[in-house]
């Protein structure tokens, strides 16, 4: 049996020096004129991690270990701290409840998929959905920071308010989040030599969800 293991988190001191991020998959035809055609079959893209660039120590690696053995290898997916963009605002910046657009009332509608908006020049803006948000979330009604009136599902990133906010009424959001993702490897070629021996590259593929 596969599925989420929505209380396990990769170590954070360790994925802080990993290598990875995001792939836009694009499929180009060259055409006869020299021209080129692009597609890209996603609507989002997924992240690809190697986590053998932030183990430094033997204790780390036997870290890593634990964790294989304890999600199955592949089997279980798990929580990962991409430093690189883990927040809803710049990464120098602290969260703040109007960083990112929830949603907009419509006096019906009560719950709202956390979500982050990327923006450049002309560009058309990619909103990604966020699911697997941690420590405190921040929520603004109209502008004005709100602690109550409002649950967040952590395992889904689902704000629900306790009434569905009235008509045109613009809701935003503060926060950080994790990746949620799986082993996407083998750990069988370790060796002990040198200070944390000689380890294989330590793959971790985003899943949706």
Not at 143 to 155: F, I, N, V
Not at 157 to 173: H, M, N, R, S
Request: proline share 7%; glycine share 10%; hydrophobic share 40%.
């Amino acid at each position: 049996m596969s599925g989420f293991l929505d209380a396990v988190i990769f170590p954070s001191h360790i994925s802080r020096e990993s290598l990875g991020g995001p792939d836009w998959p694009a499929q180009i035809s060259r055409l006869a004129s020299g021209f080129e055609e692009r597609i890209t079959p996603w609507s989002s893209p997924l992240r690809t991690y190697d986590a053998k660039w932030g183990v430094r120590s033997a204790d780390e690696l036997y870290e890593i270990l634990q964790l294989y053995h304890a999600v199955r290898g592949r089997l279980y997916g798990f929580r990962y701290l991409d430093w690189s963009d883990y927040k809803s605002c710049l990464p120098s910046a602290a969260p703040a409840a109007a960083d990112q657009v929830l949603g907009t009332g419509d006096g019906t509608t009560d719950s709202f998929q956390l979500m982050k908006t990327y923006s450049v020049g002309g560009a058309p803006d990619f909103v990604r959905n966020i699911t697997k948000p941690f420590d405190t979330v921040l929520i603004a009604v109209d502008g004005t920071p709100t602690a109550s009136g409002w649950s967040l599902d952590a395992a889904t990133g689902i704000v629900t308010f306790d009434a569905p906010p009235a008509l045109d009424v613009a809701l935003t959001w503060g926060g950080v989040f994790h990746v949620p993702v799986r082993f996407d490897c083998k750990l069988d070629q370790i060796t002990l030599r040198g200070p944390i021996g000689d380890i294989p590259s330590i793959y971790l593929q985003e899943l949706r969800l």
